[in-house]
């Protein structure tokens, strides 16, 4: 009965999460550090879009990236650079973005899926570095000094404006966030999704009912950079200026973080981490100089002590908690 009520009531669950976030702000701001906190929650979202793709591609089709920081890079370039140099709309840099993301995805995932284990990682892993050295190197990016980012114009809207920027941005993030939360859980709960966790589990077995595993592995590698792309997009014109080392190793490890804390087959779990540590590192200002390590000593502790994520733990309490309380009903 429980189990049944908790399925039923998923569908519930996302629109009850959609209301939390549509009154967040008007909350947040009764506080002095009102401003603040929505710009953390604008972080929060940006990164979890980056995490669900993530998810995806690594929770459920098992294929490890550690180089997804060059996507949300090519997202952030994309729009700062169509914006800035060419001075075009920003929504063309975001087209730009996933047209990139889409092409730049296609022509790497043959070659690169193609790698299993620590190889894969590794390929990965010079991929991002790759794209680094470029947006250090190209002049169209600003070098090692940086691009100035265009603002953000909506149906003639100025999102950067002076008094509302947090807000306007918030809600635009979480728009985006709450879409692609919605179409993750879609493809999961489908028949794609179990192809994916098929994949995830063996190959051989998967590719002996009928599982075209190239063609899978192929879109879900290509969905979860386009994932990346929009979220750089937002971060662009969000932030106004870009510079290299925000599309470092560093970002892609502290994603991959988020992720495995969560937990790496829930897309919740996704959302759930990506705003666990968005949000937490910011109070401990302390340990700024270490937070690499510190992301470091999460990861390990989390893969020791919760291998399935923060999100299994809620979801098995909560669990028992409406199987006791509709057993005492």
């Known amino acids: 009965m429980a189990k049944w009520i908790v399925e039923k009531g998923k569908g519930l669950y996302f629109l009850l999460?959609?209301?939390?976030?549509?009154?967040?702000?008007?909350?947040?701001?009764?506080?002095?550090?009102?401003?603040?906190?929505?710009?953390?929650m604008v972080f929060a979202g940006i990164n979890s879009m980056v995490v669900i793709g993530l998810n995806l591609l690594m929770g459920y089709a098992g294929q490890i990236s550690l180089g997804h920081a060059a996507?949300?890079?090519?997202?952030?370039?994309?729009?700062?650079?169509?914006?800035?140099?060419?001075?075009?709309?920003?929504?063309w840099g975001f087209t730009l973005s996933i047209i990139l993301n889409f092409l730049i995805a296609?022509?790497?995932?043959?070659?690169?899926?193609?790698?299993?284990?620590?190889?894969?990682?590794?390929?990965?892993?010079?991929?991002?570095?790759?794209?680094?050295?470029?947006?250090?190197?190209?002049?169209?990016t600003g070098a090692s000094e940086g691009i100035s980012v265009g603002?953000?114009?909506?149906?003639?809207?100025?999102?950067?404006?002076?008094?509302?920027?947090?807000?306007?941005?918030y809600y635009l993030t979480w728009i985006f966030t709450l879409l692609l939360t919605y179409f993750a859980l879609n493809i999961v709960n489908s028949r794609v999704g179990r192809a994916?966790?098929?994949?995830?589990?063996?190959?051989?077995?998967?590719?002996?009912?009928?599982?075209?595993?190239?063609?899978?592995?192929?879109?879900?590698?290509?969905?979860?950079?386009?994932?990346a792309g929009l979220a750089g997009s937002?971060?662009?014109?969000?932030?106004?200026?870009?510079?290299p080392v925000d599309?470092?190793?560093?970002?892609?490890?502290?994603?991959?973080?988020?992720?495995?804390?969560?937990?790496?087959?829930?897309?919740?779990?996704?959302?759930?981490?990506?705003?666990v540590l968005s949000i937490l590192p910011?109070?401990?200002?302390i340990f700024a100089e270490y937070d690499i390590l510190i992301y470091g000593l999460v990861l390990i502790l989390s893969v020791i002590f919760m291998p399935e994520g923060i999100s299994q733990k809620i979801s098995l309490c909560w669990e028992k908690c409406q199987k006791k309380w509709f057993h005492e009903v």
């Open 247 to 275: 599309f470092g190793l560093n970002y892609s490890i502290r994603v991959v973080t988020m992720g495995v804390v969560g937990g790496m087959s829930s897309i919740w779990g996704g959302l759930l981490g990506a705003s």
């Open 17 to 40: 999460f959609c209301v939390l976030m549509l009154v967040l702000p008007l909350i947040l701001r009764m506080s002095e550090a009102g401003d603040y906190y929505l710009s953390l």
């Open 71 to 91: 996507f949300f890079g090519l997202g952030a370039y994309s729009s700062g650079i169509v914006t800035t140099r060419f001075g075009l709309s920003p929504l």
């Open 151 to 169: 603002k953000l114009y909506i149906f003639g809207y100025n999102m950067n404006s002076r008094y509302l920027k947090d807000i306007n941005y």
């Open 282 to 285: 910011q109070f401990l200002d």
């Open 106 to 140: 296609y022509l790497l995932a043959k070659p690169i899926l193609k790698l299993k284990g620590h190889y894969l990682a590794m390929a990965t892993l010079g991929l991002g570095m790759i794209f680094f050295v470029l947006f250090n190197e190209l002049p169209i």
């Open 196 to 227: 994916l966790r098929a994949i995830h589990s063996k190959e051989l077995a998967a590719h002996s009912i009928g599982v075209d595993i190239s063609r899978f592995k192929t879109k879900v590698f290509i969905l979860s950079t386009i994932y």
């Open 234 to 243: 937002i971060f662009a014109h969000y932030s106004t200026f870009l510079c």
